[in-house]
């Protein structure tokens, strides 16, 4: 018989102050509308099977069974699968840590893949079960798993873990900023923001203004455009069915409001951005 022990050192690095907000597994099965969003919180997103891409503003990432993204707060970004490889993923929303390069102040995204993918795709699956089932310990079981995740995932990218601040916004104009990103299709009014932040109607749209340069309606609209832009390149719905979707009342008030941003009508977009064949 052989036998070798093994001592374990005393611990040497200070605990991460984060806590699981969510963490939801899905598949794109083609009813999934892909348009830029964002969140006051720190996002997770791990491919476990299927090909796609991951898009922010101005960068553009291929990614893969295996690829996890970390999405700063604030940071707009959506994934769209390749045709043929449907994307499945976990995403898990984190609050109170995101993660920064050594010598920088900013938070980033942070690309890794892990060749054992098996092992990220396990801690996801038990933080599931454990939502899922909820009983005695199942909220701390989640929490010791969602520290475990982080830290691999420091081990693996050497990024260094910040505590989160509202250097960016207050809570009550991200929450605005989240509310349009997500809803930007209803019939959304100031009067609709000041009931579910409780703040006064004309603080509240000074006090957005001031984080985001835009009044919230002004904010709304570029976002009803963005998702219009998107439609009308990567779909063939009708113009009435995009206005429609987006939020516009009628279909030639949408028109009107297109050509006026992008000095062109919605179906000349769509020529001028149609793919090559």
Same mark, same amino acid.
């Given at each position: ?201 004309? @603080?509240?749209?000074?006090? !957005?203004? /001031?984080?985001? &340069?835009?009044? #919230? $309606?002004? +904010?709304?609209? =570029? ?29 030639? @008030?949408?028109?009107?409001? !297109?050509? /006026?941003?992008? &000095?062109?009508? #919605? $179906?000349? +977009?769509?020529? =001028? ?5």
């Amino acid at each position: 018989m052989s036998h070798r022990q093994y001592s374990i050192q005393s611990p040497n690095i200070e605990k991460l102050n984060a806590w699981l907000l969510s963490i939801s597994f899905s598949k794109d099965e083609k009813d999934w509308k892909s348009v830029f969003h964002s969140h006051h919180f720190t996002e997770i997103f791990f491919v476990v099977n299927g090909e796609g891409n991951f898009l922010f503003r101005d960068k553009t990432y291929h990614i893969k069974t295996g690829d996890l993204v970390i999405i700063p707060p604030y940071m707009e970004h959506t994934e769209q699968s390749i045709k043929g490889t449907p994307l499945e993923y976990y995403v898990i929303g984190v609050d109170g840590v995101s993660f920064q390069v050594a010598d920088t102040q900013a938070n980033v995204q942070v690309f890794c893949n892990f060749s054992n993918k098996s092992l990220i795709a396990d801690l996801l699956r038990q933080m599931l079960y454990e939502v899922r089932n909820p009983s005695c310990g199942s909220d701390k079981i989640c929490q010791n798993l969602l520290e475990i995740l982080l830290l691999r995932i420091i081990r693996h990218r050497h990024v260094i873990p910040v505590a989160l601040t509202s250097t960016y916004m207050t809570k009550e104009c991200a929450r605005i900023k989240e509310y349009l990103d997500s809803n930007y299709s209803e019939h959304i009014t100031l009067d609709t923001l000041t009931r579910l932040t409780h703040m006064n109607k004309y @603080y509240m749209a000074h006090s !957005f203004a /001031k984080y985001t &340069g835009k009044s #919230p $309606i002004q +904010y709304l609209n =570029q976002r009803r455009m963005e998702a219009a832009c998107t439609l009308l390149k990567d779909t063939d719905y009708s113009i009435a069915s995009i206005s429609s979707t987006v939020g516009f009342s009628s279909q030639s @008030y949408f028109t009107q409001a !297109f050509r /006026k941003k992008y &000095g062109m009508t #919605p $179906i000349k +977009y769509r020529q =001028q951005n149609a793919p090559d064949t």
